[in-house]
């Protein structure tokens, strides 16, 4: 038997015929036509062949259907790191049939996790939002209408000019969750004049910021990971850490060059199983462990004496501690006594950790010198109170060995990311905004935005118009029930609106939800210090620039889009100009157009001006015959600089000298009293923006601010110190701040390939606590904490170390009945109730199948949807960074009979005090008179200085 000409085969039989299992049926089936002349096997499709790529359509097979794609760079929005996306959109239909890595991205180079792909998912989502929508009924009551984006404009442009107009602009609030947009919404509240940027930074990475930003002023680490001898990780940063697949693929050379690689983290995450040397630290002990092995450094000798004695303020800290005009031999030796107390032994008690592998370590770190990559991040720093002594101890490491700057060590951030210049620059704005920086936290590094309801609950003000953006404070926050409270409350919060992809717990209490673009749907600008070098990319709406290219364009966004999506660069654009439709409030100004006089500036003009401002790129695009936004859009991205190592030894500038004197202590002052650099080894050069001009070993900002006890590297013992553990009574420190690399805070439940592979958040609990209590796999538990409690189950493995429970925060998503149903994938349908002041929630039904337009929602066979832990969970600000610490001391408690899964209760009067407690920690009275904060230290939307001042 053979198969007619045009008949062809079925799985099966082809499966039967590969296998040799029966005869080929068919063996006079015509040869598969070439689609490219034949050559080498490529990764990626040719870069001349984007705008017109053929292949077959996989979905036909077996028929040899032949599809006209066109490729369109943008980049990934699943996470910071930005990583570049070549778009499939195929050109008929003009739909996305998939994403993939883009070759020329300098960071990503191509490759994606799995997130990256996983964003078709998103786009076409079958629940997702896709028109305006104004709430009906009460607020949070489920009922919603669609709007046209005209009424909003309208609504929400008369509401906010009024408020500017009735000097009301302090209540006008822009909270941002997924960050991007560089620079971008800091030119539009600057436009509006107000103090009104919020951000999610407090709950993820303010701590590890600040312990960054006391050595150097920059807040982040860049480390060299490719080119490193030896890198050291607080975390898992190899399978889910920041820039994850950027830095795991420099992470994986370096250690195919031979590098080691140590990690710390309680958990054996897949990094730590991937590393020469795992330290199970108990949460909170790393700042010990850290200081420890500096002490063996400077003990052995393995420091960088030449490095340290320039580039370390010790001058400054020999006065301190009474020794003025000491030698550096007299530092030397002032230091060793200072972190005398941390022998290994002491800090191998703290971690539960044996000293001979922290001793082998620091060798390693001193062997590996000027080439030592660190980095920490969220993990323990945003795990612990005193969290932010964890980067700084890390830092001290990179510093003693002279690893700051240099090939294979950790530059500082800045010297890795491009700042844009913009075709207009309102001014700083002259207001300080004490709902963000109350005065209580004068250091904390960013907005103490996870406090913001009991502030509000104290009546320290109250928000008229509060934007929330790609951004879910009652489910991602600690205590959300008080963000439903506080959103519930129009007296407190008179107009929530809600910029999102995808339907959220927040924006169900929203009065407004308005749909912006996934990655593939917007545009924006981004770079980031992923490795040495300094790069930009440019998201953009890929149907939009595919219409363009066809000769199809169109004025906005949300035109392109499914339904009337938008994205945000063209909404604040559009509000902006009608908020101020007369230009009586100057707003309008900086929005309009710099070609068409008197017309709103478009999204091409504002990119076309910020990218022939790039240095090299307009030259790159003249040499194809494009302009430098044409590039951008047919490239995705461009490397501005390559090497950027050692910039503080830069000699300064013959005009930045000019006038300009040098104290006795090095430092450079120019005409106008401004730091300019520092005089070292025989030449004026750029050093660090500190007030020392080098890097911060002694910080007099922390003595003159109150905390003198934290004016050098420290430890501090964290709020779930094994002191505070009576594991006795059945009490554990719980770790909820761990990431698992498949999944993305409340955003990845919109895909159902991600969220197939990981849809429940079990309680990890080793083996012999387990046994102890007497758990076993899947039994159900009630994990105890401060403020209420939440029923999961258990997972009793040995990858977390004893004393030490787990449970991952992406999972446990909910919505009401009443709700619209976004993100089936994951949802709960879960009951909620108020007695009194305690909440309770009970899940109804987990994920279930449905019939929508993917009939993939009809295979939907897993019905567990987690555990919704974080609202159980109090606020814990730390009183000098002002992060909150995210660990919980919680009583592992084996499920009575009334306790069901997933049951969560909440008790809103244990919530109060808690915060109250933390705040008693505070010393924000010891600030320096008339000074909110230091000058030097930065923040997000800088204020002019005069509203530094009181
Ligand atoms: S690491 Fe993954 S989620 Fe993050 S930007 Fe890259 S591809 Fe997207």
Redesign the pocket.
């Known amino acids: 038997m053979t198969r007619r000409p045009g008949q062809h085969a079925g799985w099966l039989e082809r499966m039967a015929e590969s296998l040799g299992l029966i005869e080929t049926l068919a063996p006079g089936d015509e040869p598969l036509p070439a689609l490219a002349p034949g050559g080498e096997l490529l990764r990626f499709p040719p870069r001349e062949q984007w705008d017109d790529w053929v292949e077959y359509d996989a979905q036909t097979w077996p028929h040899r259907d032949s599809r006209h794609r066109m490729l369109v760079p943008t980049t990934?929005f699943?996470?910071e790191?930005?990583?570049g996306l070549l778009a499939y959109v195929d050109k008929e239909t003009l739909a996305v049939q998939r994403f993939e890595g883009n070759p020329l991205h300098p960071a990503?180079r191509g490759r994606?996790?799995a997130?990256?792909p996983a964003t078709i998912n998103q786009v076409q989502d079958p629940d997702r939002i896709l028109y305006p929508l104004r709430r009906k009924g009460p607020r949070g009551g489920g009922e919603w209408e669609r709007v046209e984006w005209d009424e909003v404009l309208s609504a929400l442009g008369g509401r906010i000019g009024r408020a500017f107009r009735e000097g009301r602009g302090g209540e006008v609030v822009y909270h941002v969750g997924r960050p991007g947009h560089e620079g971008y919404m800091d030119r539009v509240l600057r436009a509006w004049g107000i103090d009104g940027h919020n951000s999610h930074t407090n709950v993820c990475s303010g701590a590890a910021r600040m312990g960054y930003a006391l050595w150097q002023k920059y807040d982040r680490p860049s480390p060299d990971y490719a080119h490193a001898k030896f890198i050291l990780l607080i975390s898992a940063h190899l399978e889910s850490g920041h820039y994850?697949?950027p830095h795991a693929q420099r992470i994986m050379e370096g250690l195919q060059a031979g590098a080691g690689l140590a990690v710390l983290d309680p958990r054996l995450s897949n990094t730590a199983s991937m590393a020469t040397h795992w330290l199970p630290t108990r949460p909170g002990s790393e700042a010990a462990v850290l200081l420890a092995m500096a002490r063996v450094i400077l003990a052995e000798g393995l420091f960088d004496r030449g490095f340290v004695e320039s580039w370390v303020n010790w001058r400054e800290y020999l006065a301190f501690r009474g020794r003025p005009g000491g030698s550096f031999d007299d530092f030397v030796q002032a230091l060793a006594a200072e972190y005398a107390e941390f022998t290994p032994g002491f800090a191998a008690a703290e971690a539960g950790v044996p000293p001979e592998h922290i001793v082998d370590v620091a060798r390693r770190i001193g062997a590996a010198g000027s080439r030592f990559a660190a980095h920490t991040w969220r993990a323990a720093g945003s795990g612990n109170l005193g969290g932010w002594c964890v980067a700084r101890a890390l830092h001290l490491l990179s510093v003693l060995v002279g690893a700051v700057g240099t090939r294979g060590g950790t530059l500082p951030a800045g010297w890795n990311k491009f700042v844009p210049t913009f075709f207009d620059n309102p001014p700083p704005q002259k207001a300080w905004n004490e709902l963000h920086y109350p005065p209580e936290w004068p250091l904390c590094h960013y907005e103490m935005s996870f406090v913001l309801p009991h502030l509000l609950r104290e009546g320290r003000g109250r928000i008229d118009t509060y934007f929330t953006r790609v951004f879910n404070p009652v489910w991602t926050y600690p205590d959300g029930f008080s963000w439903i409270e506080m959103l519930m409350d129009e007296s407190r919060i008179g107009c929530h609106v809600a910029l999102t992809p995808t339907w959220n717990e927040t924006a169900f209490f929203a009065d407004w939800v308005l749909p912006m673009g996934h990655g593939p749907e917007r545009h924006d600008l981004n770079s980031y210090e992923t490795h040495d070098a300094v790069w930009i990319a440019f998201r953009q709406p890929v149907r939009r620039e595919a219409l363009r290219r066809l000769g199809r364009p169109v004025r906005f966004t949300w035109e392109a889009n499914p339904g009337a999506v938008w994205e945000e660069d063209e909404f604040w654009i559009q509000l902006s100009w009608t908020l101020d439709a007369d230009g009586s409030l100057g707003i309008r100004r900086h929005f309009e157009s710099p070609v068409r006089a008197g017309e709103a500036v478009s999204v091409e003009e504002y990119y076309a001006a910020l990218f022939e401002q790039v240095p090299g790129l307009p030259q790159a695009a003249r040499a194809e015959g494009l302009d430098a936004l044409e590039y951008m859009r047919r490239v995705g991205a461009f490397e501005v600089r390559g090497e950027c190592l050692g910039q503080h030894l830069d000699p300064l500038p013959d005009a930045a000298l000019q006038g300009a004197r040098t104290e006795p202590d090095g430092r450079v002052f120019g005409a106008d009293g401004s730091l300019r650099g520092v005089h070292v080894d025989g030449a004026a050069r750029r050093g660090f923006p500190t007030p020392s001009g080098r890097l911060e070993l002694y910080s007099a900002t922390m003595v003159e601010w109150g905390w003198p006890e934290h004016a050098v590297p420290g430890y501090v013992k964290s709020h779930v110190h094994p002191d505070r553990i009576d594991s006795a009574r059945g009490e554990f420190v719980l770790l909820p701040t761990f990431r698992l690399p498949n999944l993305?805070h409340s955003r990845s439940s919109n895909s159902k390939w991600l969220t197939e592979i990981s849809h429940r958040n079990p309680v990890w609990l080793h083996t012999s606590d387990a046994a102890r209590l007497g758990l076993r796999t899947d039994d159900l538990v009630r994990v105890e904490t401060e403020i209420g409690h939440f029923v999961d189950k258990v997972w009793v493995t040995e990858a977390v170390r004893p004393g030490v429970v787990c449970c991952s925060h992406h999972i446990g998503r909910w919505r009401r009945a009443s709700d619209p149903q976004g993100n089936r994938w994951a949802v709960n349908t879960v009951r909620l109730s108020r007695d009194g002041r305690r909440w309770r929630m009970s899940t109804v039904a987990g994920p279930q199948p449905a019939d929508t337009a993917d009939p993939d929602t009809r295979r939907l066979w897993w019905r567990d949807g987690g555990v919704h832990q974080n609202i159980t969970h109090a606020v814990h600000p730390d009183p000098v960074s002002g992060m909150h610490c995210w660990h919980q001391k919680v009583r592992l408690v084996p499920a009575g009979p009334d306790d069901r899964y997933g049951d969560i209760v909440v008790d809103m009067d244990r919530s109060q005090a808690v915060f109250r407690d933390w705040l008693a920690l505070t010393r924000g009275q010891r600030a320096p008179a008339g000074l909110r904060r230091p000058l030097w230290f930065n923040r997000p939307l800088r204020p002019a200085d005069e509203a530094y001042r009181r």
Do not use: D, P
Request: charged share 5%.
């Open positions: 990934c699943n996470c790191a930005a990583c990503s994606t996790c997130k990256g994850f697949n993305i």
